[in-house]
């Protein structure tokens, strides 16, 4: 699916990372809440609270999750699963950016 119809969208942005990771949160008809968001060239570590499936929607990036030694790589069209109360390191290449959807849950 290229787009979500009949949703909220809350006005102010979440900004992580000095800017380097931009999102902003969607809710949908029957009260689901997701992030549509941007990631720059940058290494960053997310700590997750709630399970999350982040969907590649354009660009690429490699991943690590918590506990892991390999990274893994990503892009549109793919996605990733992270455990609930755990984290994951994400990269994204110089010249490129991450266009990601993060479902909750």
Not at 76 to 95: D, H, L, R
């Amino acid at each position: 699916m290229s787009q979500y119809d009949n949703v909220s969208v809350l006005k102010k942005a979440n900004v992580y990372f000095a800017g380097k990771c931009v999102s902003h949160t969607i809710v949908l008809a029957d009260g689901a809440k997701k992030t549509l968001g941007v990631i720059l060239p940058s290494s960053l570590t997310f700590n997750t609270g709630a399970p999350e499936i982040m969907e590649g929607v354009g660009g690429s990036c490699r991943v690590r999750q918590k506990g892991e030694s390999e990274w893994r790589r990503y892009g549109e069209g793919q996605s990733f699963t992270v455990p609930g109360n755990s984290s994951f390191e994400i990269a994204v290449a110089e010249g490129e950016a991450y266009h990601y959807v993060c479902h909750f849950g």
